[in-house]
């Protein structure tokens, strides 16, 4: 791209630069709240899936042979 469409573009959108501003918030937003909502999720899944679930896992907190020796 040359220097001449480049300042066109530049001129054209400058007075909307609050603007454009504004909606890369939004969109930067949106994608880290997207972002955290999936990391939180499987978060919960791990947790239920490992703590819940010892005859599925042959390791971590709860393991079969650490509940049989709490009893």
């Given at each position: ?21 504004i909606?890369?918030?939004?969109i ?44």
């Amino acid at each position: 791209m040359n220097e001449k469409k480049l300042r066109f573009i530049v001129s054209f959108a400058k007075p909307y630069k609050y603007r454009f501003l504004i909606i890369l918030l939004v969109i930067l937003t949106t994608t880290y709240l997207g972002m955290t909502y999936l990391y939180l999720f499987g978060k919960m899944v791990d947790s239920l899936y490992y703590n819940y679930a010892p005859e599925r896992s042959n390791s971590g907190p709860r393991s079969n042979a650490k509940i049989i020796r709490e009893k």
